[in-house]
C-alpha cells in the first residue's frame, strides 16, 4: 500500500488480513468458547489492568458461583468480595453488582443489545460496551484498548498522546466504518490479540510474524519502538504506613482483630489490619496500640517486630512497616461487643476478604 494512503483507507485494508490471522493463531480462552453477553461482559472487567493468565482462574471460579446475572445480583457482598480476592480493584466488583441489579430491574435479566444502554450501567465505559456490543452481540462499535491503540499508532506512525481521551475517541471514529458487519466481534478481538501477543508494550513487536506488517507506517519506517507516544505518568504518592497485627487470646479461643476502611478512597470498605500513619517506633507503636484497644477489653502483653512490605496502586505506593502485638482478655462476648462497629474479631483471616495489599502479612497468622 502507498505510503500517501489515507489513514481510513489504511485500516480498512487491515481488516481481512487481520481476520484471517485471528481465526488461525487466536488464543483458547475460557470465555471465547461460550461468548454469552454475561461472560463476556464478566471477562472484560476482571480483564481491567490484569493479565490474562490472572484471571482464567477467578473466571471459572466466578462463573461457577454465579453462573447468571440473577445469581449476581443476589449475591451477599461478602461472599462477592471474596470471590474477588487477590485481583484487586474491589470497585469492579461492586459495580459489576450494581450493574446487575438494574440488569435484572430494568432488562429482565438480559443485557441490552445496544452500545449506548451499555454505557448506561454502572462501570461499562466506552471499551466495555464495545466489547460487550460487539463479541457478544456483534454489533459494529469499536472496543479501544491500549493493546489496540498500540497497534493503530504503529499502524499509522500517529504520534498523537494516547493517553488523553481525544486520541482514543479519534480511533474509535477512525474504526465505526471499518468495522465489518458480520465479524465486527472478531475483528476487535483480533485487534485486541495482535497487541496482547505480537505487537508488544514491553519488548520489541514481533514484526516478521505480524499480518500488518505490510500495512505498518512504523515498521516501513524502523521506528516500531516509537509508538505510542504516551505522556510520562504523575509521580506515585508515598504513604508510610505502620500496621498492628494484633494476635487476641479469649477463654474461648484466639482472634485476629481487624479494621474496616473508610467507605471512600482507597480499598473502600474493605477489612485490613489496623493501621496508623507514618513509620512509627516501637515505643510510638506500642503507646497508640493500647489506646486502640484498652478501652475494649483488650490488654497488649507482648510486641514484635515484622518485616516491612509495600504495596503499588495505581497512583499511591504504601510503605508498611508492621508490629505483632499479643493481646488477651476475659470474655469473646464481652469484647466484641465493645468494639466499635468498624472493627472485628475473626477467628480466621480466609473467613474474611483481605485484600492482597496485606498478602506479606497472612503467614504471620499461619494462612
Same mark, same amino acid.
Given at each position: 500500500?502507498? &505510503?500517501?494512503?489515507?489513514?481510513?483507507?489504511?485500516?480498512?485494508?487491515?481488516?481481512?488480513?487481520?481476520?484471517?490471522?485471528?481465526?488461525?493463531?487466536?488464543?483458547?480462552?475460557?470465555?471465547?468458547?461460550?461468548?454469552?453477553?454475561?461472560?463476556?461482559?464478566?471477562?472484560?472487567?476482571?480483564?481491567?489492568?490484569?493479565?490474562?493468565?490472572?484471571?482464567?482462574?477467578?473466571?471459572?471460579?466466578?462463573?461457577?458461583?454465579?453462573?447468571?446475572?440473577?445469581?449476581?445480583?443476589?449475591?451477599?457482598?461478602?461472599?462477592?468480595?471474596?470471590?474477588?480476592?487477590?485481583?484487586?480493584?474491589?470497585?469492579?466488583?461492586?459495580?459489576?453488582?450494581?450493574?446487575?441489579?438494574?440488569?435484572?430491574?430494568?432488562?429482565?435479566?438480559?443485557?441490552?443489545?445496544?452500545?449506548?444502554?451499555?454505557?448506561?450501567?454502572?462501570?461499562?465505559?466506552?471499551?466495555?460496551?464495545?466489547?460487550?456490543?460487539?463479541?457478544?452481540?456483534?454489533?459494529?462499535?469499536?472496543?479501544?484498548?491500549?493493546?489496540?491503540?498500540?497497534?493503530?499508532?504503529?499502524?499509522?506512525?500517529?504520534?498523537?498522546?494516547?493517553?488523553?481521551?481525544?486520541?482514543?475517541?479519534?480511533?474509535?471514529?477512525?474504526?465505526?466504518?471499518?468495522?465489518?458487519?458480520?465479524?465486527?466481534?472478531?475483528?476487535?478481538?483480533?485487534?485486541?490479540?495482535?497487541? &496482547?501477543?505480537?505487537?508488544?508494550?514491553?519488548?520489541?513487536?514481533?514484526?516478521?510474524?505480524?499480518?500488518?506488517?505490510?500495512?505498518?507506517?512504523?515498521?516501513?519506517?524502523?521506528?516500531?519502538?516509537?509508538?505510542?507516544?504516551?505522556?510520562?505518568?504523575? &509521580?506515585?504518592?508515598?504513604?508510610?504506613?505502620?500496621?498492628?497485627?494484633?494476635?487476641?487470646?479469649?477463654?474461648?479461643?484466639?482472634?485476629?482483630?481487624?479494621?474496616?476502611?473508610?467507605?471512600?478512597?482507597?480499598?473502600?470498605?474493605?477489612?485490613?489490619?489496623?493501621?496508623?500513619?507514618?513509620?512509627?517506633?516501637?515505643?510510638?507503636?506500642?503507646?497508640?496500640?493500647?489506646?486502640?484497644?484498652?478501652?475494649?477489653?483488650?490488654?497488649?502483653?507482648?510486641?514484635?517486630?515484622?518485616?516491612?512490605?509495600?504495596?503499588?496502586?495505581?497512583?499511591?505506593?504504601?510503605?508498611?512497616?508492621?508490629?505483632?502485638?499479643?493481646?488477651?482478655?476475659?470474655?469473646?462476648?464481652?469484647?466484641?461487643?465493645?468494639?466499635?462497629?468498624?472493627?472485628?474479631?475473626?477467628?480466621?483471616?480466609?473467613?474474611?476478604?483481605?485484600?492482597?495489599?496485606?498478602?506479606?502479612?497472612?503467614?504471620?497468622?499461619?494462612?
Amino acid at each position: 500500500m502507498s &505510503a500517501r494512503s489515507t489513514p481510513q483507507e489504511r485500516l480498512e485494508q487491515m481488516v481481512e488480513p487481520l481476520l484471517f490471522w485471528f481465526s488461525q493463531s487466536h488464543r483458547d480462552l475460557p470465555w471465547r468458547r461460550e461468548p454469552s453477553p454475561y461472560h463476556v461482559w464478566v471477562s472484560e472487567v476482571m480483564l481491567q489492568q490484569t493479565r490474562v493468565e490472572a484471571v482464567r482462574p477467578y473466571y471459572e471460579r466466578f462463573l461457577a458461583s454465579l453462573p447468571t446475572v440473577q445469581a449476581l445480583a443476589g449475591c451477599p457482598q461478602e461472599q462477592l468480595l471474596k470471590l474477588w480476592e487477590g485481583l484487586g480493584y474491589y470497585s469492579r466488583a461492586r459495580n459489576l453488582q450494581r450493574a446487575a441489579q438494574e440488569i435484572v430491574r430494568s432488562y429482565n435479566g438480559q443485557l441490552p443489545a445496544s452500545y449506548d444502554l451499555l454505557k448506561k450501567l454502572p462501570g461499562i465505559g466506552d471499551y466495555t460496551a464495545g466489547a460487550i456490543a460487539s463479541i457478544a452481540f456483534d454489533l459494529p462499535v469499536p472496543a479501544v484498548d491500549g493493546n489496540v491503540l498500540r497497534v493503530l499508532t504503529r499502524v499509522l506512525a500517529c504520534p498523537d498522546d494516547i493517553a488523553l481521551p481525544a486520541t482514543k475517541e479519534t480511533f474509535r471514529q477512525l474504526l465505526l466504518p471499518v468495522e465489518p458487519t458480520p465479524g465486527a466481534g472478531a475483528f476487535n478481538q483480533a485487534l485486541m490479540e495482535l497487541g &496482547a501477543v505480537v505487537c508488544l508494550p514491553n519488548s520489541p513487536p514481533q514484526c516478521l510474524v505480524c499480518p500488518l506488517q505490510g500495512l505498518c507506517l512504523a515498521h516501513q519506517q524502523g521506528r516500531e519502538t516509537d509508538f505510542p507516544v504516551k505522556s510520562p505518568k504523575k &509521580a506515585r504518592r508515598i504513604e508510610q504506613r505502620t500496621l498492628l497485627l494484633f494476635s487476641c487470646t479469649f477463654p474461648e479461643g484466639k482472634r485476629i482483630l481487624l479494621h474496616r476502611r473508610p467507605e471512600k478512597g482507597v480499598l473502600r470498605g474493605m477489612w485490613e489490619f489496623p493501621a496508623l500513619e507514618g513509620k512509627l517506633s516501637q515505643d510510638d507503636a506500642l503507646r497508640q496500640a493500647l489506646r486502640m484497644v484498652e478501652p475494649y477489653g483488650l490488654f497488649v502483653h507482648k510486641i514484635a517486630p515484622l518485616r516491612d512490605a509495600k504495596h503499588i496502586f495505581t497512583h499511591i505506593e504504601w510503605q508498611m512497616s508492621a508490629w505483632l502485638l499479643s493481646a488477651t482478655a476475659d470474655s469473646l462476648p464481652e469484647t466484641q461487643a465493645a468494639l466499635p462497629e468498624d472493627f472485628s474479631l475473626v477467628q480466621r483471616l480466609a473467613d474474611i476478604t483481605l485484600p492482597s495489599a496485606f498478602k506479606a502479612y497472612r503467614t504471620v497468622f499461619g494462612e
